[in-house]
C-alpha cells in the first residue's frame, strides 16, 4: 500500500472493524503497531486516523485513538448545507417519512412498550408548547422517532437517526403556524392511541392522515412561496 490508496484502503479496513469489534470507549492500536501491521509508513497511520477522526469514529486523547459513540449528526450537518430544499426534495422526504414509518407500524404494534410510549407522549406535549419553530421541530422529530423505536429494527432506527437533521429541517415548515402545530398535536395523540391499543389498521389510518395533513401544509407553504 502507498499514498492515497494506503490510507483509503487502511481506512476501510479500520472503519469495519471499529463497528464490528470495538466498543465506545475502547482504544485501537497505537500508531507503531498498526503500521507494523499494514506494512507502511506512521505517517500513513496518522493521516488515516484524521480521516477516522472527521468521521466521528475515533477521538484522540494523550493515549491514543478511542473509539466514539456513534454520531452521524457531525457528518449529516454537513450534508444539510448543501440539501436541495426544493419543493420537490422537500416532498420526497415526506414520502420517505411515509414509506418508513408506515413501513415500521406493523412491527411496532407488536413491540411497542410503555417507555416508548411514555417518550412520545412527553415528545407530542413537548412539541405543542415549545417556544421556538426550531423547538417545535426537533419535539416533532423525537415523536415520530419514537414510533421507528418501537418496531425495533436497528437498520430502520439507524436511518432515521441518520436523515435526523434533514427530518428536523423540514418539519419546521409545518411549525410556522400554530394551528398547523396543533392540528399535528391531536394527530399525534392518534397515533399513541393506536399503538397503545395495539391496533394496527388504526395506526396506520392515523399516519396516512398525518401524512396527508403534513403534504396540504407542504403545498400550501409552496403556494405562499414559503422558503424553506
Do not use: W
Amino acid at each position: 500500500m502507498a499514498g492515497i490508496s494506503a490510507v483509503e484502503d487502511i481506512r476501510s479496513v479500520l472503519s469495519r472493524e471499529i463497528v464490528d469489534a470495538y466498543s465506545p470507549g475502547q482504544f485501537l492500536p497505537n500508531e507503531r503497531e498498526l503500521a507494523e501491521r499494514f506494512g507502511v509508513a506512521r505517517n500513513t497511520i496518522r493521516e488515516t486516523m484524521i480521516h477516522l477522526e472527521a468521521f466521528g469514529l475515533i477521538e484522540k486523547t494523550r493515549r491514543g485513538a478511542r473509539v466514539r459513540q456513534a454520531d452521524f449528526d457531525p457528518v449529516f450537518q454537513i450534508f444539510a448545507q448543501h440539501f436541495d430544499s426544493s419543493p420537490d426534495r422537500l416532498e420526497d422526504v415526506l414520502n420517505f417519512r411515509r414509506l418508513t414509518e408506515t413501513g415500521a407500524a406493523h412491527f411496532a404494534v407488536r413491540h411497542v412498550d410503555d417507555a416508548v410510549l411514555d417518550r412520545m407522549r412527553l415528545a407530542n406535549d413537548r412539541m405543542a408548547t415549545a417556544v421556538t419553530v426550531a423547538q417545535a421541530a426537533s419535539h416533532d422529530y423525537d415523536f415520530h422517532l419514537g414510533l421507528i423505536e418501537a418496531a425495533r429494527n436497528d437498520m430502520a432506527l439507524r436511518m432515521y437517526r441518520v436523515m435526523g437533521v434533514t427530518l428536523r429541517f423540514y418539519l419546521e415548515i409545518g411549525k410556522s403556524q400554530h394551528s398547523d402545530t396543533q392540528t399535528a398535536h391531536a394527530q399525534h395523540a392518534r397515533i399513541i392511541d393506536a399503538l397503545q391499543a395495539r391496533d394496527h389498521a388504526a395506526l396506520c389510518a392515523a399516519l396516512h392522515d398525518h401524512f396527508d395533513h403534513s403534504g396540504l401544509v407542504l403545498a400550501a407553504n409552496r403556494s405562499a412561496g414559503t422558503p424553506g
